[in-house]
Structures are given as structure tokens and as C-alpha cells.
């Protein structure tokens, strides 16, 4: 039995214990690009998520396809394309990319469908939104790995955890080309934050170990990619004016698994999912209220220029001034 429970114990501080410090105390003003950031971000948000768009509501959702397409167009990328058919039309996957000067790639994506019966405004819109923002924010870098930045189609049920799920085709395709990812990082329901106290929950056992106070972004990865969240959690909080947390846990723990990562995951790439634990947290989690207006574009805009620091780490970027 001791040597049970030690074991029990070391498992759990490997699956808890991460690299560097948290951001602590009162969110400092949001600085003028930050302001500018939270306006675009509630833009995006609003043009795609402000109706249900799925393959229930297929013009809602190629609505939402052609704005990502249009503005990322408009931000001087060539837009490509992974279409595929499925019981209930065909779809597509939508990306673009920053070349690097080596073969690595590092992915960025967010899945652009809305569940049944919701907008979506912050599952997902505010993944879609921080992704094309970071597109923007990074579009005229020189990285030493390639940035690709995702757009998934078909994350929610009944495709969910299917063959015709987006980034389960585009996960595919990829370990079919030999591509070398070397870090997916899913941004997936990131907008909604609290500082009331007991606004956090979590899946046994991990409440024991994390804050009851819902102010912050999670890093979750499965234990494989641990090595991945000890660097990316590091470089965040190197640079991000806000909380973060990260876990390595296997996918029996409810949430681990429940979005686009586990795609990457199944064909052996290492990922993470960056959330703010969605119905651990958000009260309008899958409902006709997760509307636009309940996003924090402040705190997203934090959120967003943390990511792209860790990216602009991660994958080698040489300095820039530019946005």
C-alpha cells in the first residue's frame, strides 16, 4: 500500500508540476495595441459566431468559411483548402501558412462549427478569432519553423471523435505526407475568465491541485506531450499579463481529450489544448446563449499576445516590430 500511494503521489506531481510563474495580482491596463486587439477580436467573433453554423445550418456555416477565407486573403495569404464529403455535404478545412527556413512545422488551429443550437460565441469563436489575429500578427515574420494556422470544420456532434471530424482528416493527411509537426497547439474556447471565487471547477483529481478562481488560460496536454507543455507553459508566462496553469493527463480524466488536439495526438504528434476549461468554467457552455457579448475581448487580447510570444519562442522567429 505505501509503495502504491508513492507512486499514485509521483504521478500526480508529474502530471501537475510545471515550469515558471504564473502571472499574480491585478491585470495591468490594456496597452493601446492590446485595445486595438480586443476590437478586432469582438469583430471576428461577431461575424462568425453570431448564428448557430454547422452542417445543420450549412449556409451559416459557409458564411463563416468565406469571412476566414475573405480576410485572410485580404492579410496577403495564399488560402488553401482541404475539402472532403461527408453523409451531409462536403466540407472543408481552411489554412494558412508563414514559411519557415527548416522543415518543422508548428500548428495553430481552431474549429470554426458551432454545436447544435448555438451561436458559438466563445466555443468557438473565440479559437477562431485569436487564430486569425495571430495569422495577422505573424504573417511577416521569419520563423525557422513554418507557422500554419488551421481552420477546422465539423469539431462538434455528431462528428465529433468520427472519421469526418476536420482536424481528424487533416491529422491524417498529415502523417500520410510525412509532415513533421513538431507542436499542435488547439485553441479552443479561450474568452470567458472570472475572478469570483468557486467559479472554477475541475475533473477528480485535479481540483485538488488548481485555483478555484476561473482567471486563467489551462495548457493541457496527454503525458506524451509533456516535454511540449513544460516549454510552451514557460515561454507564455515569459512574456503573458495573465494566469496560466497546465496539466499532463491521460484522456481517461473528462476534457483532456475534447477537442482538435486528440487528433494530433492519435497520429503520434505532440499537442496541447489551450482553453479556459469551458464547462469546468463557462456557465453557457452548448447553449443558445454563448453569445458574442459574453467574450472577454480584454482578457482574449491578452490571452492572444502571449500565444503569439510563445509562438514567436517556439518556433524560432527572428525579432520583428512588426504587427
Not at 452542417?55 to 492579410?75: C, D, V
Not at 495553430?108 to 500578427?137: C, F, I, K, M, Q
Not at 470544420?153 to 482528416?169: I, L, T
Not at 500520410?176 to 472554477?200: D, H, K, V
Amino acid at each position: 500500500m505505501i509503495l502504491l500511494a508513492a507512486a499514485l503521489a509521483w504521478l500526480l506531481w508529474f502530471m501537475v508540476r510545471v515550469p515558471g510563474d504564473s502571472y499574480r495580482g491585478p491585470l495591468a491596463a490594456l496597452s493601446e495595441d492590446e485595445t486595438r486587439l480586443a476590437a478586432a477580436l469582438r469583430r471576428h467573433v461577431e461575424a462568425v459566431a453570431s448564428r448557430e453554423h454547422n452542417m445543420f445550418r450549412p449556409a451559416a456555416l459557409e458564411a463563416a468559411a468565406r469571412y476566414l477565407e475573405n480576410t485572410l486573403s485580404g492579410l496577403g495569404f495564399s488560402v488553401l483548402e482541404q475539402r472532403f464529403p461527408t453523409s451531409m455535404g462536403e466540407v472543408r478545412n481552411i489554412e494558412v501558412e508563414v514559411p519557415g527556413s527548416g522543415r518543422e512545422i508548428v500548428v495553430v488551429g481552431a474549429h470554426y462549427d458551432s454545436v447544435a443550437g448555438s451561436p458559438g460565441g466563445n466555443d468557438n469563436g473565440s479559437g477562431v478569432a485569436a487564430t486569425l489575429e495571430l495569422a495577422r500578427r505573424l504573417r511577416d515574420a521569419t520563423p525557422a519553423k513554418t507557422l500554419r494556422f488551421v481552420f477546422f470544420v465539423n469539431e462538434e456532434p455528431p462528428f465529433f471523435q468520427g472519421m469526418d471530424m476536420g482536424s481528424r482528416r487533416y491529422a491524417l493527411r498529415a502523417r500520410e505526407r510525412n509532415e513533421r509537426i513538431a507542436a499542435m497547439f488547439c485553441l479552443e474556447t479561450i474568452g470567458w475568465y472570472s475572478e469570483q471565487p468557486g467559479s472554477q471547477r475541475f475533473p477528480f483529481p485535479l481540483g485538488f491541485f488548481y485555483p478555484s478562481t476561473g482567471n486563467f488560460l489551462a495548457f493541457v496536454s496527454n503525458l506524451r506531450s509533456r516535454a511540449l507543455l513544460h516549454e510552451s507553459i514557460a515561454a507564455f508566462r515569459r512574456g503573458a499579463g495573465i494566469p496560466s496553469e497546465g496539466v499532463a493527463a491521460p484522456a481517461l480524466i473528462p476534457g483532456v481529450d475534447w477537442s482538435d488536439h486528440a487528433s494530433f495526438w492519435e497520429q503520434g504528434y505532440p499537442a496541447l489544448m489551450l482553453t479556459d476549461t469551458a464547462p469546468y468554467r463557462y456557465p453557457h457552455y452548448h447553449t443558445a446563449a454563448d453569445t458574442p457579448d459574453k467574450v472577454d475581448y480584454g482578457r482574449l487580447a491578452r490571452v492572444v499576445t502571449g500565444i503569439e510570444g510563445m509562438l514567436r519562442d517556439l518556433a524560432g522567429v527572428t525579432p520583428s516590430l512588426s504587427k
